[in-house]
């Protein structure tokens, strides 16, 4: 009997395979990146690129494992998990949906920001009426476009982003700039900045969670696409390497323009937005002002939509499995995409001044919840033709180490055990 031959693996099948990978990148650039990174330079400046390696590093083998386990045995991450337990299933699903909302919510208020600042200022729209706006019309265009356009739309808007900044960060290179006369180095390592540091990486590159998202991507181009193993690996490690490029890329924005300027760094994210675009500026020209305000936008907007889409799959998914359903219909996952986006509206409505904690609050949630997701993770993949094995599986068990050594820390500290 012949032995049927692998799948070629050709530049051609990977540019095909490509998607899910840039998409988890497009969600991971919103809050993380864009916001926290650069915050992260404009205060420290080049203190914290350890902490983002690090993280990026140790988080890598757990959020791989979520593509690695759906090309290698056609089940969705959320399927493995209810092998091992519904109790599983039942915790990952209470956290998603709480991530989903806030998430819509905080990601709509930093479009609508940037929106704002591309607007007239006499148009009179505020930035809760510009959030409802962005978050409907995300809502129509998932409605309507379903995930081909999703596929689409994030290459190009991710392309743009990277090119812009890293022009922007070359030029800031070579530009002179003096530091303010009383300025004074802080340091990032004592326990006042504990939070910021657990919140910048509870998203960096993007919260556990989004391995569960990002498995539903894959299952989701599989319909219309031939992916193999290793074309489908290929994809997420693009898109890993590009998020964790991008992470130290706005990390020296913020470090070659803001800091040390004497400027006070706006913590909260809407504030921020015009500070952010101000570098932009400083380093490429004024002129560029408008160009890189409409590049964020479509990013952030690219970012909204990916949140919305993808923590919906993971709802609707998790949401048919706990109920025993054999197959997920497009209808279910229209209504947890009517769901995110109704109560991320409410939450706009009802909270906007208290959105930035809410989202800090869940960036701190996300990271220490992620020992317990990565172990998961890991143990679905410890057998099967394409199980871990090698550098990877001891990177992954110093990772459960790293991450769950520092979320105990982190709770002790809250509970006032340090003190």
């Not at 340091?187 to 540091?197: E, G, M, Q, V």
């Not at 489908?232 to 490690?237: E, L, Q, S, W």
């Not at 921020?272 to 004024?286: C, E, H, N, T, W």
């Not at 919305?308 to 799959?313: E, H, L, M, N, P």
Request: positive net charge; aromatic residues 14%; charged residues 10%.
């Amino acid at each position: 009997m012949m032995q049927q031959n692998k799948p070629v693996s050709t530049w051609k099948t990977k540019y095909s395979a490509m998607g899910p990978g840039i998409l988890m990148a497009s969600a991971a650039v919103g809050g993380s990146h864009l916001i926290a990174s650069t915050q992260a330079g404009a205060i420290y400046g080049w203190q914290l690129a350890i902490i983002i390696l690090l993280v990026n590093i140790f988080k890598y083998p757990f959020l791989r494992f979520g593509a690695q386990y759906t090309l290698s045995s056609k089940k969705t991450l959320l399927e493995g998990y209810k092998e091992k337990g519904k109790l599983y299933l039942w915790v990952f699903f209470l956290l998603n949906v709480f991530s989903a909302v806030v998430s819509t919510a905080g990601v709509g208020i930093v479009t609508a920001a940037i929106l704002s600042f591309i607007l007239p200022s006499d148009i009179g729209l505020s930035i809760t009426s510009l959030s409802i706006m962005v978050i409907v019309i995300t809502w129509g265009m998932l409605l309507l476009g379903k995930y081909r356009f999703l596929d689409k739309f994030s290459k190009w808007i991710m392309g743009a982003l990277t090119i812009s900044t890293v022009i922007a960060v070359v030029v800031a290179l070579f530009k002179t700039r003096e530091y303010a006369p009383d300025f004074i180095e802080p340091s990032p390592w004592n326990l006042a900045s504990l939070a910021f540091i657990v919140a910048l990486m509870g998203w960096m590159p993007a919260p556990i969670e989004v391995s569960v998202i990002n498995s539903m991507w894959i299952t989701a181009k599989k319909r219309f696409t031939k992916i193999s193993y290793q074309d489908g690996v290929f994809d997420f490690n693009i898109g890993y390497i590009c998020s964790t490029v991008l992470a130290l890329v706005f990390l020296a924005l913020g470090a070659l323009v803001q800091y040390g300027s004497g400027e006070v760094v706006e913590q909260a994210g809407v504030k921020y937005i015009a500070q952010l675009i101000k570098m932009y500026a400083f380093a490429i020209g004024d002129w560029s002002k408008l160009l890189i305000a409409f590049i964020a936008l479509m990013c952030m907007f690219g970012t909204t939509i990916t949140v919305i889409d993808g923590y919906s799959r993971a709802n609707a998914e998790a949401f048919r499995l706990l109920r025993n359903k054999v197959d997920s219909s497009q209808t279910l996952l229209n209504i947890w995409v009517t769901i995110a986006s109704i109560i991320g509206i409410i939450i706009i409505t009802m909270f906007m001044g208290n959105v930035a904690n809410l989202l800090r609050f869940a960036m701190i949630v996300s990271f220490v919840s992620t020992p317990i997701f990565a172990w998961l993770n890991f143990s679905l993949v410890l057998k099967g033709e394409h199980k871990v094995r090698g550098g990877l599986f001891w990177l992954s068990i110093v990772g459960v180490i790293y991450l769950s050594a520092f979320a105990i820390f982190f709770i002790v500290y809250q509970f006032g055990l340090l003190n």
